[in-house]
């Protein structure tokens, strides 16, 4: 199902990017997931307590921890902009309104091979 982009999230990404002459493109991912997994939580008959947050903002909140790890790792693995590139790609995607771009997204990928570490 296509799910429009509300108000409320084009006005957070909005007021993210006040104040601020560079706008972290992870803070836009999340909002817009939010956004969009709010909705689908909403047509599954479910809210953001059957997904394991307390609301909309406990989610951003454990987005935006995400993307500080994934930064984190990419600077002990020398690969550099690797998160903020997948968060730009994931926005857009999750932009398109589709339940099915946030289901589908694999939160545990990375762009090296972590089975190297054990070697």
Same mark, same amino acid.
């Given at each position: 199902m296509r799910r429009p982009v509300t108000v409320l999230g084009l006005l957070t990404v909005w007021l993210g990017a006040?104040?601020?002459s560079e706008v972290d493109p992870c803070e836009? *991912?999340?909002a817009a997931a /939010?956004? %969009?997994y709010g909705g689908c939580l909403d047509d599954w008959g479910a809210t953001w307590t059957d997904a394991?947050? /307390?609301d909309a903002d406990d989610f951003?909140?454990?987005c935006k921890t995400w993307a500080w790890e994934m930064r984190l790792l990419e600077e002990t693995h020398a690969i550099e902009g690797w998160t903020d590139e997948i968060c730009v790609e994931r926005a857009d %995607?999750? *932009?398109e309104g589709e339940c099915s771009a946030f289901t589908g997204v694999d939160?545990? /990928?990375m762009p090296w091979d972590p089975s190297e570490e054990d070697k």
């Open positions: 006040c104040g601020s836009e *991912m999340c /939010a956004d %969009l394991g947050y /307390a951003v909140d454990g %995607l999750f *932009m939160w545990n /990928a």
